[in-house]
């Protein structure tokens, strides 16, 4: 029977409000978040709202946010954005606010923190190469699990049995458990709706990668026994 295999990797930092991830990508983001990001702020123009301040690309509103989403984010190499509360807030940013911004769209890193008071962000999302590596800063702690329970079970329900509704509690409380030492989960399913076919996801606890390349270059080496295996 042939299979497909899905890997995810998160790497969470709860004291740093920080999660590396792969293996998701920015429509699993925007569809894994609790609460619709309403504003979002580009450093590099897409060309897709209306407004701009500075350079930057203002997206104001669900028909701004539901165009961005139709876009194909892999075409952009780096992708970046860090969300606000309304447009006022954006002219209030001063020189040097200004300059911790650039700083952090293009380090992937912030000087400071990467939450703005006079924007009232949430999130910053940093991303290379859509779906191979981001670097997501974001307030809720529970964002990285939810993001990749929600991007496993719609893989699930796509691919292998759309009656499936819902994850076991246990393997959902391993995935927090592990999320923050470096977890790699591996889905394997068929290729195709089958009455008797099995889905299994296995954790693997391989530690912080702040490279992807050498994590999945190397990842028959790293994969040793699973700490956790599930059959659906």
């Given amino acids: 029977m042939k299979t497909n295999t899905l890997n995810i990797y998160v790497m969470a930092s709860p004291q740093k409000n920080e999660v590396i991830f792969s293996g998701i990508k920015f429509a699993d983001f925007m569809q894994g978040i609790p609460i619709p990001i309403e504003n979002i702020l580009l450093p590099n123009p897409m060309h897709i709202g209306k407004k701009y301040y500075r350079k930057f690309e203002l997206l104001e509103g669900k028909d701004d946010i539901a165009k961005l989403k139709r876009q194909n984010i892999s075409n952009y190499g780096d992708f970046c954005f860090i969300d606000y509360a309304n447009m006022a807030f ?27 008071k006079v924007l009232q962000n949430n999130y910053v999302y940093l991303s290379h190469d859509d779906g191979w590596y981001c670097k997501l800063y974001c307030k809720d702690e529970q964002i990285p699990v939810s993001m990749l329970i929600n991007k496993l079970l719609k893989s699930i329900q796509e691919s292998f049995d759309d009656s499936i509704s819902s994850l076991p509690n246990d393997l959902i409380s391993k995935i927090a458990e592990l999320s923050t030492q470096g977890l790699l989960v591996q889905l394997t399913m068929p290729k195709r709706k089958l009455k008797n076919g099995i889905a299994i996801i296995k954790l693997y606890d391989v530690g912080e990668y702040q490279n992807i390349d050498d994590l999945f270059n190397n990842i028959d080496d790293i994969k040793l026994t699973p700490s956790f295996e599930v059959q659906l």
């Fill in 90 to 116: 954006v002219s209030q940013l001063t020189e040097e606010q200004l300059a911790e911004l650039l700083y952090l769209f293009h380090m992937f890193k912030p000087l400071q923190s990467p939450f703005f």
